[in-house]
């Protein structure tokens, strides 16, 4: 068999970010707003202070405007709680998205949940939740966006299709499940207690790996021609002493089984903050009167 198709998301983000501008001009042009995206850090997490400056960044590349809060990590949650209440109330705000994970004084929930349904475009608040679920109209999260948007490129229709979600975390496996389901996908969830999970993966059309941990999932675990997204993002030290970026899925092995594979980095990574400039436009549409889907 051939070797899988590498899925490029690096080249559909920039291509998904460069509409996303046109589509701010053309708002500003009907006597929309600038779209406008908070970002709030606790603290001083290393990886997530890459993120969000990546964030800010590519939200100003794309004509939006970014507000950025960097909180110190001694912050309490009742100071947190009262930058999320003055964003929520502040009119050239359309989108909030606080940077998880935060520091143990703070209740991730109790945070997530004050920021307005309207405005949370990570859609992790209880309503968005909810509406994935039920089917309704919410804030879908970022990443398991990107792999959705990555698969139906690669794939089409999703209809009838056997996936496996490997991880049940709230930020990226169980919403992935929901919207497969929604694809009329058939899908089963795996996580750390899975028994035969090499079986279980063996039976998947769609593989997608989101557990955390580096390249797990093995060549021979994977259904000959199957679709392969690979959500983990983890630094693993070299022989050299040096260090590098791999996914949850051993990518080698996995080439020359899989039908397509997303790679690490250039797969998955970039498909988040592009979503997530999806979701801070849309919100900024709505908020203000303007039907997204017209642009
Ligand atoms: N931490 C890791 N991924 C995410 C994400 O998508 N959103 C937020 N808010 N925090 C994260």
Redesign the pocket.
């Known amino acids: 068999m051939a070797e899988a198709v590498i899925i490029d998301g690096k080249a559909f983000a920039a291509n998904l970010r460069a509409e996303i501008a046109q589509k701010v001009s053309a708002l500003k042009a009907r006597g929309g707003p600038v779209p406008g995206l908070a970002v709030v850090q606790v603290g001083e997490n290393p990886a997530?202070q890459i993120?969000t400056r990546n964030k800010a960044k590519q939200t100003v590349e794309a004509g939006m405007q970014s507000f950025k809060h960097d909180l110190p990590a001694e912050t309490s949650q009742e100071d947190l709680l009262a930058l999320v209440d003055r964003l929520n109330h502040d009119a050239n705000v359309h989108g909030i998205?606080?940077?998880?994970?935060l520091p143990p004084q703070i209740d991730p929930n109790a945070v997530i949940d004050a920021i307005d349904p309207a405005k949370d475009v990570?859609g992790?608040n209880v309503v968005n939740v909810g509406c994935l679920v039920t089917g309704g109209e919410g804030m879908i999260?970022?990443?398991p966006l990107g792999c959705l948007m990555l698969l139906k490129d690669a794939l089409g229709d999703l209809k009838g299709k056997r996936a496996l979600v490997m991880g049940r975390s709230n930020?990226v496996g169980k919403p992935i499940a929901f919207l497969l389901l929604r694809e009329h996908c058939t899908v089963t969830m795996a996580h750390s207690k899975t028994e035969n999970l090499a079986e279980e993966c063996r039976r998947a059309d769609i593989l997608i790996a989101a557990t955390g941990q580096p390249r797990m999932v093995r060549g021979g675990w994977i259904k000959p021609g199957a679709t392969v997204i690979d959500v983990g993002i983890n630094r693993i030290e070299t022989e050299d002493g040096k260090s590098k970026l791999v996914g949850d899925v051993a990518f080698d092995e996995a080439l020359p089984v899989a039908g397509a594979i997303t790679p690490v980095p250039g797969g998955v990574g970039p498909m988040?903050i592009a979503c997530l400039l999806q979701n801070a436009f849309a919100a900024a549409c709505r908020q203000t009167g303007f039907d997204p889907e017209s642009f």
């Open positions: 997530s993120y998205l606080v940077q998880l994970p990570d992790f999260p970022c990443t930020i988040t």
